[in-house]
């Protein structure tokens, strides 16, 4: 088994705050990651340091085993993708279109689309809800569909590891339930892994069996989620209580009101 993603005393700060000091990290394959923490906790700052986006950080960052700085962009992306938390609608490209830029990485300089690339786009639309949007122009589609065409296109860039920046926005509670049942049959296997960035604990907690925690002035907490999730330590990362009422179908979260 080889790791996916590891750290190495990473320390990020945007703006004079620190979001994580000397973070330890490791994703291997099989594992589901939820990040979490407080509004301006500062984690779409670290899911973008995770995936090279952004420098400036101290430590280290390796990526199958290879420093993430050193990765050429077109490498880089063929072993990590990435979702960001705001939607592009660019100048009316075409939903297919739009899925298909995701095979990017993997062709020739001025080639087209082959016909792998173009069944593989297919069938992420249609494990997603989509074939009958696959014509249709980005400016014509509501928040929630906008997101999950994001989403086909991470999952036909085909990566070992994807990391998701709140992927449930504008998505009603059915499609939150059908995009995390394909993100995990997908996304999480033998060898590959994903992190996803979320605010919803009860999600969280179902969708991802390990935890990373940024509770504020650099400091973090990562593990199984059953070692993260008790009141005490969320209560704690939140500055809020939290309650958890554990049932036969798996606990649930309430913040107090």
């Known amino acids: 088994m080889n790791t996916l993603l590891s750290t190495s005393k990473l320390t990020v700060s945007i703006g004079g705050v620190r979001v994580c000091d000397a973070l330890d990290l490791v994703i291997d394959p099989g594992q589901s990651w939820a990040l979490l923490g407080r509004n301006g906790s500062g984690k779409t700052t670290l899911l973008h340091h995770l995936c090279g986006l952004r420098r400036g950080h101290t430590g280290g960052i390796r990526l199958l085993g290879d420093d ?17 938390q705001h939607s592009e609608r660019g100048f009316g490209r ?14 020739p300089m001025l080639a087209w689309d082959t016909g792998p690339d173009l069944a593989l786009a297919t069938r992420q639309l249609e494990r997603l809800g989509l074939t009958d949007f696959a014509q249709r122009s980005l400016q014509r589609l509501s928040g929630g569909e906008l997101r999950r065409v994001e989403i086909a296109r991470l999952l036909t860039q085909d990566c070992p590891l994807s ?47 390990h935890w990373l925690l940024l509770a504020g002035n650099g400091e973090w907490l990562a593990g199984t989620r059953e070692q993260m999730a008790d009141e005490q330590t969320l209560t704690g990362v939140f500055g809020h209580p939290i309650r958890r009422i554990d049932s036969p179908a798996g606990p649930v979260f309430l913040p107090a009101l």
């Open 68 to 84: 993430i700085d050193a990765l050429p962009p077109r490498q880089r992306a063929r072993r990590v993708s990435a979702l960001l």
């Open 163 to 209: 990391l998701l920046d709140e992927p449930m926005n504008h998505l009603d509670p059915g499609h939150q339930s059908r995009v995390l049942h394909v993100l995990g049959r997908q996304c999480v296997t033998d060898d590959r892994a994903m992190l996803l960035v979320l605010h919803d604990l009860n999600l969280a907690y179902h969708s991802c069996d």
């Open 94 to 107: 075409r939903v297919i279109d739009t899925v298909l830029s995701a095979r990017h990485p993997y062709q």
